[in-house]
């Protein structure tokens, strides 16, 4: 007898089938998470000595900027890999999406 869970993941396969990736594939999003991970790495390294210099100064509004400038860039490198990775699954990105969007709007234009 299959569990609860054995049933539910055997009709979420039915639904959306797993992806089978290449080797090629593999390589590819291995190299991208390496690539992404070492940025956002080294930007959170250098803004963070940033933010310690603004501290010892004292100047807590360059500190609050330097955040905010943080976790913009980190979030801006997230989207970047992400999309990195889907178009590697062959997946349409955001990106593209909206590109065919606009393309489709000055058709009809």
């Known amino acids: 007898m299959k569990s609860a869970y054995e049933l539910a993941m055997e009709r979420l396969e039915k639904k959306a089938p797993t992806i089978k990736l290449t080797p090629e594939q593999k390589a590819r999003i291995a190299e991208i ?14 803004l ?14 360059a500190v609050e900027q330097i955040q905010d400038q943080l976790a913009r860039e980190v979030r801006r490198l997230h989207v970047e890999w992400e999309e990195k990775k889907a178009a590697v699954h062959g997946e349409k990105t955001d990106y593209e999406t909206a590109i065919q969007q606009l393309e489709s709007e000055d058709d009809k234009s």
Do not use: V
């Not at 998470?33 to 250098?46: H, Q, R, V």
């Open 33 to 46: 998470n390496s690539l992404y991970g070492s940025k956002i790495a080294e930007k959170e390294t250098f």
């Open 48 to 61: 963070q000595g940033e933010i310690a210099k603004e501290k010892i100064k004292g100047d807590l509004t």
